[in-house]
């Protein structure tokens, strides 16, 4: 197994650690009857994280860059492993990506009050103010959608680690079925 392919295996296993936190609060919102008291936990657990410091931010959105990186790195190798391993490990990638991005910050947006922690930069624009203020509806169908995004989330980083350890299978196998050609071909000459 290579640096990149260690690199993408830790990464996602940390993103997938993180939404199985996260499962803590998203299980009662989306398998179970909807209770005041869940949607209080969620906004709670979910508040702790919007305000924790621009470092743990930081550390959350390298974990999330790292995997594509390296994907990007192991594709530039263009055989069919590669296309076929890590094209398919970079579109379920890109794919959470664009659910944090789409789904995940704008939730966020919707059912917590603007963050009070001060950073010195942001990867995320800054969003225009609301004119009008979400109803305790819109919030619940926030924090429930969040929840549903965690559920894909975790699908697709389970996805993109099948697909690196397929990938290692495969390797392996084919290096077994050379050795036992190359085995075959020596014994051959041997006979001769």
């Known amino acids: 197994m290579g640096f990149a392919q260690s690199v993408v295996l830790g990464s996602c296993s940390f993103v997938l650690g993180m939404v199985f936190v996260c ?31 621009g470092a743990v931010k930081a550390l959350f959105h390298v974990a999330l860059g790292l995997p594509l990186v390296a994907l990007l790195v192991k594709l530039h190798k263009w055989n069919e492993s ?7 490990s970079i579109a379920m990638h890109t794919a959470t990506i664009v659910l944090y991005l789409t789904v ?4 966020l947006r919707t059912f917590l009050p603007e963050s009070t922690t001060t950073t010195t930069y942001s990867i995320l624009p800054v969003p225009p103010p609301r004119e009008i203020a979400p109803t305790e509806s819109e919030k619940v169908e926030a924090v429930r959608v969040l929840s549903a995004a965690n559920a894909l989330v975790g699908l697709l980083t389970v996805g ?5 350890i397929g990938q290692e299978y495969a390797r392996r196998q084919e290096e077994r079925e050379q050795k036992a ?4 071909v020596v014994e051959g000459k041997k006979d001769q």
């Open 23 to 53: 499962q803590v609060v998203d299980i009662p919102l989306l398998y179970m009857p909807v209770t005041d008291e869940a949607i209080q936990n969620a906004y709670t657990f979910y508040e702790i994280w919007w305000e924790a410091p």
């Open 160 to 164: 993109v680690i099948g697909m690196q």
């Open 82 to 88: 590669a296309m076929f391993f890590d094209g398919s």
């Open 181 to 184: 050609i190359d085995v075959t």
């Open 104 to 107: 995940h910050i704008q939730s």
